[in-house]
């Protein structure tokens, strides 16, 4: 069975998106099965793969011969299905090894139903992830029906955050709902790690002091490598690149190769 | 990657490992056997071993080790008309004592009894177990049949109820009373207040032998509070036995119970308070007033005590209960 993680924290900007692009194409090139799923209804992973363009598999295009309108309907790849009973999403080869199931808008309408569909999904991540070596689940920015499903399917969890008061918080309130999904959801759930996103490169005496205060609230809990600020982590996303395949020779692509390590190394225990 | 199929796989070996967690219904489940234990196969097995019997009612005896004690004259003769009549439509149950053909009776003294008394009937059918399992299958059918009925001696119902619980424990890898009070099909406190009454004192015991009280509730709460103060339970018990409990005497009981609880700890913050105002009361900083003077008055009909103390006089008014108290324990003659 392969390790799932998902990158999850309920305020949005820290970096799940980026993380779970780079960090899951990285272990994917060192040779390890890898899954993506796009667990947002914005689907910025699935854009980050993609670009505008979705391929079909993730979302039908028909034109509506009434109206003349186009109509969208997600497609056998798309992570909609992985809420409905009796359907079963086919993952998207992106690479050899890394695959995705991408998400549209569609999948906020799963916001509004019953429980159950949290089940249908925990019983389908427990399938695929027989055929997968690692799966990432990248999460809404907001603590609801989406990311319940995604910590009751998770044997880790995965949260960035930047260094400022208000993601700190929402490290806290992660903690929170993630502590409430083990007890009610999925007993197996532990927390890789907290992953410090977007530090400036130089010294600031705020961040330093928010470091420092994460460092002693969580201790080892906290990854060692640190994502600095950089365009080129922008520019990337802009490109649908990774880091490492955009500017190979960046901080922030030997840092990513530096978290991928980390990784290997906190989820093969 | 066939994950549909993959997915229909693995949910119906989900369900089916949740199923199994949840039930225990037949023996072979609790002991882990194979057998399917039923007391209509028990019986069709029986008959093809020639376990099923018909014999004089002088060749089978009374379990001396059997629950039921007394039995009820009425009942016994009206049972005796019915196997008069229309026959005895369930055999008793026995095991062989000896090659003279004597067996003991497991189930059915009852039936036993009745042909006894009866001219007109003299043999008796009857199974013959051959093991502690079979034994348990019709300990329970007893006890899911006492559950049905009224005025069953509490006493002996217990008793049959942990007999079963012993039997079902000596032979099952499952120890808890929850898988036990599944398979005897009662709940899992009718057995803890079944092992509360065996392990009651005499004094309430004795209630249900002399067929005062036979509702295991509330014999299960008289056991609880005798725990607590005997001196007080036993008060109450004679009060039952000369009808001077007004009332639901279960809910009495209840009652009685909760209200020593609540005494038992009042007495216990009455002694920490104590040692807490004594060592006050060393470093001295606290005194307690001292009465200097009592005097009663009336007022129209309720009686007034009033304190006085230095230079502060205090007036309570009488409850009737004070009243009793005082008149009662301290031999005061209050008039008013």
């Not at chain 1, 996303?237 to 906190?266: C, D, G, M, W």
């Amino acid at each position: 069975m392969g390790k799932v993680s998902s990158v999850s924290i309920q305020k949005g900007g820290p970096g799940k998106t980026t993380v779970c692009r780079n960090l899951g194409e990285e272990v994917s090139e060192t040779g390890r099965k890898v899954l993506l799923i796009d667990n947002d209804p914005q689907g910025n992973l699935t854009k980050a793969i993609f670009g505008d363009d979705l391929p079909e598999a993730i979302m039908k295009v028909s034109e509506a011969v009434t109206s003349g309108s186009q109509k969208a309907v997600p497609g056998v790849s798309n992570s909609y299905w992985l809420y409905e009973e009796n359907e079963m999403p086919e993952p998207f080869m992106v690479t050899e090894n890394l695959y995705i199931i991408g998400a549209t808008k569609h999948l906020a309408e799963m916001g509004t139903k019953a429980v159950d569909c949290v089940y249908e999904f925990q019983d389908k991540i427990e399938v695929l992830a027989g055929y997968f070596d690692d799966v990432f689940i990248d999460c809404p920015p907001s603590a609801g029906t989406l990311q319940t499903a995604a910590h009751g399917a998770s044997d880790y969890l995965i949260i960035p955050t930047e260094l400022n008061e208000d993601s700190i918080d929402g490290v806290k309130q992660q903690l929170d709902s993630a502590s409430v999904n083990k007890k009610r959801l999925n007993q197996k759930l532990d927390i890789l790690g907290i992953l410090v996103n977007g530090k400036d490169s130089h010294r600031i005496n705020i961040e330093e002091i928010h470091y420092d205060h994460l460092k002693e609230l969580y201790g080892n809990k906290l990854f060692d490598t640190v994502i600095t600020h950089s365009v080129k982590v922008s520019e990337a996303r802009s490109f649908n690149k990774t880091v490492k395949n955009h500017a190979p020779k960046s901080i922030q692509a030997q840092q990513f190769v530096a978290l991928t390590e980390e990784y290997l190394v906190r989820s093969e225990v | 990657m066939d994950l549909k199929n993959a997915l229909a796989n693995h949910k119906s070996k989900k369900t089916n490992q949740k199923q199994k967690e949840n039930r225990v219904e037949s023996v072979s489940e609790l002991f882990g056997g194979n057998d399917e234990g039923d007391l209509s196969i028990l019986l069709d097995e029986a008959k093809s071993q020639g376990r099923l019997i018909s014999l004089p009612a002088s060749k089978f005896k009374p379990d001396p080790s059997q629950p039921r004690k007394t039995f009820n004259a009425d009942a016994l003769e009206h049972l005796q008309i019915e196997i008069e009549t229309i026959g005895q439509l369930q055999p008793i149950v026995v095991r062989p004592v000896d090659n003279q053909g004597n067996h003991m009776i497991i189930a059915g003294e009852r039936r036993w009894r009745a042909v006894r008394a009866s001219k007109k009937v003299e043999i008796l059918d009857a199974v013959i177990v051959t093991s502690e399992l079979d034994e348990l299958l019709v300990l329970r059918m007893q006890i899911q049949e006492n559950d049905n009925r009224e005025n069953v001696n509490a006493l002996e119902s217990a008793a049959s109820i942990m007999r079963g619980v012993d039997l079902c424990k000596e032979h099952s890898k499952s120890t808890d009373d929850k898988s036990v009070s599944k398979y005897l099909g009662i709940s899992a406190t009718s057995i803890s207040k079944s092992r509360g009454i065996l392990g009651a004192s005499d004094v309430i015991k004795a209630l249900s032998e002399d067929n005062v009280i036979q509702d295991a509730d509330t014999l299960y709460e008289l056991s609880k509070a005798y725990k607590k103060d005997s001196a007080a339970t036993e008060a109450f018990i004679e009060d039952i036995r000369s009808n001077d409990v007004e009332g639901n005497v279960r809910k009495a009981s209840k009652r009685l119970d909760a209200e020593l609880k609540e005494k038992h700890h009042e007495e216990k913050n009455i002694k920490n308070k104590g040692s807490k105002s004594t060592s006050k009361s060393k470093k001295g900083t606290k005194k307690m007033p001292v009465v200097e003077d009592v005097c009663f008055d009336s007022d129209g009909d309720k009686i007034i005590i009033s304190l006085s103390a230095g230079k502060t006089v205090q007036d309570f008014v009488l409850s009737e209960t004070a009243i009793k108290r005082l008149t009662n324990k301290y031999c005061l003659k209050l008039e008013s």
